[in-house]
């Protein structure tokens, strides 16, 4: 806690803060969800004794449920194995053993999916369990018509740029590229298709300040995907023969299918030599990366017809028989497929874990916490913080002035560190820093924004985005 900054972190006792609502609504939510997924899997035993196990995973998951609705005091989180368990109950003790419902909300969020995987963690049967990856695959399946979309357009992006490969580049129609990436990237959104339309170089130029360009961007409060872009390009013409870009990743499934998708265009645009991906160790709030998740996403690549195809639990209840994919749609996966083995047993795509990002302070602790993990971050031309959370640990979740300035929030990761910084966030939390003076005033003036409630509301839902850079190198 003492590298920690000293503004005043957002906590669960706070009724403006989306902490409260997120300590008594979601949480048990959350914990609901992981003993039905433990509950189905008990069931599906073939050994009675992983069988019996299960049931006590089931019961303990059950107590921490209650223990969070009944505001019950935190509990050390008992020893794995893991020397993380001394940082967490460390800071507990620091805190003056708080409970549930009065306590810094980034701690106890943290603290709430450390305590699930020691559960698991310290079982015989079930160490390596995921209570959230049934979850995970099923929103992916869910997002297929938007996978579809993007990896029929992808595919002709990268054959167009095979095609132009060695003809002059046009560095402005690169840009708009890049960020329409981005962009995708940011929002990760299953949803809305609107930015999938303008992935050919054929019409790329036209973008230019187009109305489809600035109904892209209106919601982005801060927009530094430009800076971003300089940076990367001046390694290129710098003659920079390795060039990595690192993205600390967020969620699974669709979202981790667009990171791929942008860390693709960054090998094939040479923008970036390498592109080293960050998972999280442990399930992680609720649909964050594993390792394992990207083996199961490449996975359902490989047999794109089978992933799709085959009908699942639901299908069968339901008597429905998933359409099957036409050849087109199978040879776009497939090349995708491809694209992304190929780069990842080349050594372009990898993956590196650290039990550093499942810790629960913020990252303002980086250099002093995990000082190996700092020094390879300074050797990326741009490291690309994913998502909420990542932005909240950014900022130390502190209730900040919503017009500091981003490099001021993000504390030793600012200026002079080494490292330059790019956060893509969804705003679905209550800080938010780098905004004009009246914007934030303007939004809680709006219609479900918070008004003069003293909480920030419109920061709770993923409408609006901030795309902001630090040069710290």
Not at 156 to 180: C, H, S, W, Y
Not at 227 to 235: E, G, I, M, P, Q
Not at 304 to 332: C, G, I, M, V, W
Not at 455 to 466: H, I, L, M, S, T
Request: glycine share 6%.
């Amino acid at each position: 806690m003492e590298y920690e900054t000293k503004t005043p972190a957002y906590s669960t006792g706070d009724p403006t803060s989306f902490g409260w609502v997120t300590a008594r609504q979601r949480w048990p939510v959350i914990i609901t969800q992981a003993i039905d997924d433990t509950y189905r899997s008990v069931g599906d035993c073939d050994s009675a004794e992983k069988r019996e196990e299960g049931k006590k995973l089931v019961n303990d998951l059950a107590r921490l449920k209650y223990e969070v609705q009944h505001d019950r005091a935190l509990t050390p989180i008992p020893d794995d194995g893991y020397p993380d368990v001394a940082i967490y109950n460390k800071e507990l003790e620091a805190l003056g053993n708080p409970t549930w419902l009065n306590v810094q909300w980034l701690y106890c969020e943290c603290y709430l999916f450390r305590r699930i995987s020691a559960l698991f963690s310290m079982s015989q049967h079930w160490k390596n369990y995921d209570v959230f990856a049934r979850l995970k695959i099923k929103t992916f399946r869910s997002s297929r018509p938007a996978v579809l979309e993007l990896a029929h357009r992808y595919k002709d992006l990268v054959t167009q740029m095979r095609d132009n490969k060695g003809k002059p580049v046009d560095e402005e129609a690169e840009k708009i590229l890049f960020m329409e990436m981005c962009e995708i990237c940011l929002w990760g959104n299953a949803t809305d298709l609107s930015l999938l339309t303008s992935l050919t170089y054929d019409d790329i130029q036209k973008l230019q300040g187009s109305e489809a360009r600035k109904a892209a961007e209106k919601n982005i409060l801060v927009n530094d995907l430009t800076v971003a872009f300089d940076l990367l390009l001046k390694a290129k013409k710098d003659g920079k023969k390795y060039r990595q870009v690192d993205i600390v990743l967020d969620n699974a499934g669709f979202e981790l299918y667009v990171d791929l998708i942008l860390a693709g265009y960054l090998l094939s645009a040479g923008l970036a030599t390498n592109v080293v991906l960050h998972p999280k160790s442990i399930p992680w709030f609720v649909s964050d990366v594993l390792p394992s998740d990207f083996a199961s996403l490449l996975n359902a690549l490989a047999n794109p017809r089978h992933f799709y195809e085959t009908p699942t639990d639901e299908d069968h209840l339901q008597n429905k028989t998933p359409t099957p994919l036409s050849q087109d749609e199978a040879d776009s996966l497939s090349f995708l497929f491809e694209e992304w083995s190929g780069f990842h047993a080349e050594g372009q795509l990898t993956l590196r874990p650290n039990r550093f990002w499942t810790h629960p302070g913020s990252f303002w602790r980086l250099p002093h916490e995990a000082k190996n993990l700092f020094e390879d971050l300074k050797e990326s031309e741009l490291v690309i913080f994913k998502g909420d959370l990542n932005y909240r640990k950014l900022t130390g979740d502190a209730n900040w002035d919503p017009t500091t300035p981003f490099t001021t929030a993000i504390g030793p990761l600012g200026p002079g560190s080494g490292v330059n910084v790019m956060a893509l966030r969804t705003c679905k939390a209550d800080v938010v820093v780098g905004l004009k003076t009246g914007v934030d005033e303007e939004l809680k003036a709006m219609e479900g924004g918070g008004g003069d409630s003293g909480a920030r509301k419109w920061a709770w839902n993923g409408k609006w985005a901030v795309c902001s850079v630090s040069e710290g190198a």
